[in-house]
Structures are given as C-alpha cells and as structure tokens.
C-alpha cells in the first residue's frame, strides 16, 4: 500500500525537487511523494494547490508545508490569518492527513532588511504551533539546520539553497 505524501509550498521546495530529481534521490518505496513548489508562492495563493491535487489523485495521509518566506514584506498579522486559515482549511478538506510545517528558513539577504528575519522566526512558531494543534499531537513540524552564516547553505542570491543546502533539507 502505498502513502501518498504531499509536498507544497513556494520555490524552495520547487528547487528542491529538481535536485532530487536530478541526482536520482527521490523517495520511493511504499511513499508516493508528490512535489508542488511554485516559485513566489504566498499564502494567499495557497488553497488553490491542494484543490488540484484532490482532483488529480486520492487524498495524502502527510503534507509537508513550506510556505512563507515571500510573505515577510506584508503585514504579519494578515499572514498569520492567512497561515490559520490555510491550515485549518486543509484538515477540514482532508480530516485523516497530518500537517507538518517547515519552518521557513533564513535568508542571507531578505529584501527590507534584518527585520524580516524577526518575523520569519516569529512565523514559524505560530506555523509549529498550528500544526501541532490542528493535528492534536506534537508532530507538527520540521526544523531544518540550515543558517545563513554557515558558507556554501545558499547560492549567490541568498535565497535558494545550494546543493548542501538541499540536501540538509532533503
């Protein structure tokens, strides 16, 4: 039997996949992953994704989030709703599926500045704690070891991670 995994979120996880891809490291086995990374996603682009997966495949048991790094320009408490809404919109579509976040991860350059990196840990706490709630357990989250001082975790846009930094995350 096999369990259907999902994977949504914006260009990291796009870029991700195309490495896995790439070097024949996409999980197999009785896991189904299913990747959905779209380069600038936001929030409030979110529930059209997992609208199309239902209508191309069975429900997933797991969705692996990362979602949120292009939303650190815009009002945090407008994307807070939007992460709640999001979440909660997803367990009520698909009652037996685990959500788990990925916390957004740091960026060597964030394009206002360092206070963008409050926000982004400020995000995945709300994210870790949502999760775990609407899931009514701890397992809610990946923290991924990725910083952004440690050299060779980017490429040079300091946005997207390097092939180190996709296999941390992989």
Not at 106 to 133: Q, T, V, Y
Request: charged share 20%; hydrophobic share 45%.
């Amino acid at each position: 039997m096999l369990l259907d995994v999902w994977m949504l979120g914006d260009s990291i996880l796009h870029w991700a996949r195309v490495y896995a891809q790439e070097r024949g490291r996409e999980v197999g086995g009785s896991l189904a992953v299913s990747w959905c990374g779209v380069r600038g996603m936001k929030w409030a682009d979110f529930q059209h994704n997992p609208q199309m997966g239902v209508m191309f495949s069975s429900a997933p048991r797991y969705i692996f989030l990362h979602l949120g790094g292009n939303d650190m320009a815009s009002p945090q408490v407008a994307t807070f709703r939007l992460v709640r809404w999001g979440l909660r919109y997803v367990k009520a579509a698909f009652p037996n599926v685990h959500l788990i976040w990925i916390d957004i991860l740091p960026r060597s350059i964030w394009p206002s500045g360092s206070s963008e990196d409050k926000k982004r840990r400020r995000l995945n706490r709300f994210g870790r704690k949502m999760s775990r709630k609407i899931n009514g357990c701890d397992m809610g989250s990946v923290m991924v070891d990725i910083d952004n001082v440690t050299p060779g975790f980017f490429i040079n846009d300091g946005v997207h991670l390097s092939p180190v930094g996709n296999e941390m995350l992989l």
